[in-house]
């Protein structure tokens, strides 16, 4: 598969992990980054009980993303009535899913959350719905050292999965 060119949407998660597996810069480097100002205020909670490796610049952070979206709650409020469910997910996931449903380009999104890869199923975006290996892979990066959850593999069993359990075909 071609190397996506437009957005990629992530979600704290997978910013932790991709800094957690020293590969931030190569994601930076391969993509036009988004996120969503609560998904960035996330990625700074809990730093007191991370290694020092692992603790993530703010500022570089901030100047890795092409985009960092506000969200106003008539956004999310939207989304909500659009896929109750979205009502559910952490306040990070809640506001990149009312995001990346006010636009019309074609952004994937990066995430492995199962309820917020439920939405996105319901939502009949299940191909929007990448692994943090395939984008590294795809920049020519190593993705050795990736928790399963951020794996093609995972990502390709879960998404069958919830979709069986939502009535659609694997």
Known sequence: MARHTGPILLDTNVILECWRAGAWRALAGGYRLETVEACEAETQTGFQRRRPEQQIDAALLRASFSAIHAVTQAERAQAVVREPQIAFLDEGEQALWAHALTRADGWLLCGPDKASLRVGIRLGFRERL??????????????????????RTWLDRTLAEIALQEGGTP
Do not use: I
């Open 130 to 151: 990448v692994s943090l290996e395939r984008l590294l892979v795809d920049v020519g990066h190593s993705a050795k050292g990736l928790r399963a959850p951020y794996t």
